[in-house]
């Protein structure tokens, strides 16, 4: 059964430090892994998508990478602003139950002007 | 583009009523997946449907709970006889297939009294 984890639970930054978020999962099988965005109250915005043969994404900002032997992905956020105050969530898509994606808990980020 | 639409956006219901919770996918899109975040924990996948077929439905509560995309029209989740516990955030994402990237809706919040 796929497990996943994000760590740390709450992250705290001032403005303008980098971000780095983790996520891992147990099983390697995925067929992608997306990132989302969550503020409170609101539905999910997706951040980026990486595909299972793809090592990493890149949009603006933001960067994921993906290392599937070791069941790891990482968003890197550079240069913090106070907007990027959200839940991040990561979730895997599993090979052999496709459109099934399974949920990280989340990382609660707070940046600090 | 119109993004993922859900409606209603909150929905009030007493104990042992019905709740019918729409969404409507992105165009283009032929492929329904729902998600349920109970307070205090993460997304759980529901169910997963095309037009007219239910492809996953292995996150579905056994009893009260159904889901449909029927040809013309959008899915419907529906909870028969609600209790306290179905309280949560519902949230329906949408793809063009089941590999692609998912997007969201803004979710439907029950509230069961």
């Known amino acids: 059964k796929q497990e996943v984890t994000q760590i740390p639970a709450a992250l705290s930054v001032p403005e303008g430090e980098n971000l780095v978020l983790n996520c891992s999962f147990t099983d390697s099988a995925i067929y992608n892994l997306q990132w989302f965005r969550q503020d409170p109250g609101k539905g999910l915005t997706s951040l980026l998508l990486?595909?299972?043969?793809?090592r990493e994404q890149t949009s603006g900002r933001l960067n994921a990478s993906l290392d599937k032997s070791s069941g790891r992905s990482t968003l890197y956020i550079a240069a913090s602003q106070p907007g990027d105050s959200a839940t991040y969530l990561c979730a895997a898509g599993k090979a052999d139950s496709w459109g099934k994606l399974q949920f990280g808990a989340g990382t609660q980020v707070v940046v600090t002007p | 583009n119109a993004g993922v639409m859900q409606n209603p956006r909150h929905l009030v219901r007493r104990r042992g009523q019905e709740a019918r919770l729409r969404c409507s996918p992105m165009?283009?899109?032929?492929?329904v997946y729902w998600y349920r975040q109970l307070p205090e924990e993460g997304l759980k996948f529901m169910v997963y449907l095309q037009k007219e077929n239910i492809i996953d439905e292995s996150g579905m509560p056994k009893e009260r709970f159904s889901a449909e995309f029927p040809k013309e029209g959008p899915s419907i989740l529906r909870i028969q006889q609600v209790v306290r516990g179905d309280s949560a955030a519902y949230f329906c994402?949408?793809?063009?297939?089941?590999?692609?990237?998912?997007?969201f809706g803004p979710g439907t919040r029950l509230t069961v009294t």
């Open positions: 990486i595909q299972s043969s793809q």
């Open positions: 994402a949408s793809s063009p297939n089941g590999r692609y990237e998912q997007y």
């Open positions: 165009k283009g899109h032929s492929h």
